[in-house]
């Protein structure tokens, strides 16, 4: 590890620092080419040639003497066409072990996949230091959409100056690739506008407990902008005439919420439509049942914890300070004055369940998970437990910790209990369930455990084990 450089030293010699940030770039990038050819190497040790063949099926499934088990691992094309495919279960283990999400980790897989098999050139200029990870897996991004004629044609055009040119380049020759090798797609890629369409709401960002604010970003059909543009600038003058004095940029914000409050009440089925957002405090939420001859307005459903002190009390200093509210979907957190605007609105009907006391522990006999134990169990882990997972609680799997085990054959009686429950995202639950193609020799495949402290210990195909708190993940040592 190099030595701090003296102040003295930095007053006298400025270009030390210049030289010193070089030094340490070309060894963090060539530790990321390291993590690359790693990861590279680790994938191709779980390709279907990878694999004891008499051990897994033709499509990655495990054998059984009656049929191929349902949710076992498989292999997936990570990489374009001809690239090898690679175990889903391997993709779980190297983005566990990198600190990954297993997304992330499927991503960075499946780029080193691309590089090494379907863009040599480039891969070649990744490994000597030439071309910067991050450009090479930008690149690797766009060809994977390619044939394997279009990306070689990429591969030789690109590779001699990838390290200097910007994407505009690689996507034009991604672009002349398609029109090139793949007409067909070309011509269907023009013909779908959907493509290249999308509208994001990003409720899983960063949201902003001051005002309860998300960022929204998309990219429309032209004509569809325009009619947009137009209806925000009308309805953001319009609220300008009603006597608003907050500025043109607020106004226009607050200008969509007003343009979609009024498309609910449109009528576009022939029958009357009737607003119902549902919000809830102090636990959880549902909505009514839909009408048979009423066409209902979308729900927005959000479960908000919250004291009934603190979205009644005008004061916020009556219960010692600022009062914040839980928003289970969006695993934030907004100011209880937020709350009560949206409660205000004649629009919301609320809905309030009774506080359940967490400290409760409850156990039944049955394999089956009663609603008042699943709620508790959700609300105390409000996301999948398994290392670096964020997806929310409510949308994931109950897996019994201590495999459940039927009375018949012996099992002790309440094993489903809030104590030996816990929520895994399916694909999670899937890795947990069937051993990794790893495993050669003897069955390999995911373990925990959870602690006195309600945290969880989990233990990889390969030994390595991770902490799980309500914080995030950490690797333990060996």
């Excluded at 292999?75 to 566990?96: K, M, N, Q, R, Y």
């Excluded at 200008?255 to 009737?274: F, K, N, Y």
């Excluded at 307005?297 to 300070?321: K, M």
Aim: aromatic letters at 4%; glycine letters at 8%; proline letters at 6%.
């Amino acid at each position: 590890m190099s030595q701090p450089i003296a102040t003295s030293e930095r007053t006298a010699f400025p270009a030390a620092l210049l030289n010193g940030a070089r030094d340490a770039l070309v060894r963090q990038r060539a530790a990321e080419v390291d993590v690359l050819v790693a990861v590279a190497d680790w994938a191709d040790a779980h390709t279907e040639g990878g694999v004891v063949a008499d051990r897994y099926g033709p499509f990655g499934l495990l054998r059984s003497d009656a049929h191929l088990l349902p949710g076992a691992d498989v292999f997936g094309e990570l990489g374009g066409p001809g690239a090898p495919l690679v175990s889903e279960f391997c993709v779980v283990e190297i983005a566990t072990a990198l600190g990954l999400s297993t997304d992330s980790g499927r991503r960075l897989v499946g780029e080193a996949v691309e590089l090494r098999h379907r863009l040599p050139r480039l891969w070649n200029r990744v490994v000597a230091g030439v071309l910067p990870v991050w450009r090479a897996r930008k690149i690797a991004q766009e060809t994977t959409q390619l044939t394997v004629e279009g990306a070689d044609f990429v591969d030789r055009h690109l590779a001699p100056v990838a390290h200097k040119t910007g994407m505009v380049t690689a996507q034009k020759l991604v672009a002349e690739a398609i029109a090139r090798f793949d007409p067909e797609k070309a011509e269907l890629d023009r013909a779908d506008s959907d493509a290249t369409r999308r509208f994001d709401i990003d409720l899983q960002g960063q949201v902003d407990p001051a005002r309860g604010v998300v960022p929204v970003s998309g990219t429309l059909d032209l004509a569809d902008a325009l009619d947009l543009e137009n209806a925000v600038s009308r309805v953001a003058a319009d609220l300008a005439l009603a006597g608003s004095l907050e500025s043109l940029d607020a106004r226009r914000a607050s200008a969509v919420g007003e343009i979609a409050r009024r498309q609910t009440t449109l009528d576009l089925s022939g029958c009357d439509s009737d607003s119902n957002v549902a919000s809830d405090s102090a636990g959880g939420a549902d909505g009514t049942a839909p009408s048979a001859t009423r066409s209902k307005a979308r729900q927005v459903v959000l479960h908000v914890h919250l004291s009934e002190t603190a979205l009644t009390d005008l004061d916020p200093n009556a219960c010692g300070g600022v009062d914040l509210a839980r928003v289970e979907k969006t695993r934030s957190f907004v100011l209880a004055e937020q709350v009560r605007e949206w409660c205000r609105a004649t629009s919301t009907q609320v809905v309030v369940k009774p506080v359940i006391d967490l400290r409760d522990q409850i156990a039944v006999d049955a394999y089956e998970i009663p609603d008042r134990i699943a709620d508790r169990v959700r609300l105390t882990r409000p996301t999948c437990v398994f290392p670096h997972c964020t997806r929310p609680a409510r949308g994931c799997d109950l897996d019994h910790v201590d495999e459940y085990v039927k009375a018949d054959n012996g099992g002790p009686p309440g094993q489903t209990s809030t104590t030996n429950l816990a929520p895994l995202c399916r694909r999670h639950h899937r890795v947990k369930t069937h051993p990794s193609p790893s495993g050669i020799g003897r069955e390999r495949r995911w373990r925990y455990r959870r602690l006195p402290d309600g945290s969880f210990v989990w233990t990889s195909p390969h030994d390595q084990q991770y902490l799980v708190d309500p914080h995030g993940t950490i690797p333990l040592p060996a």
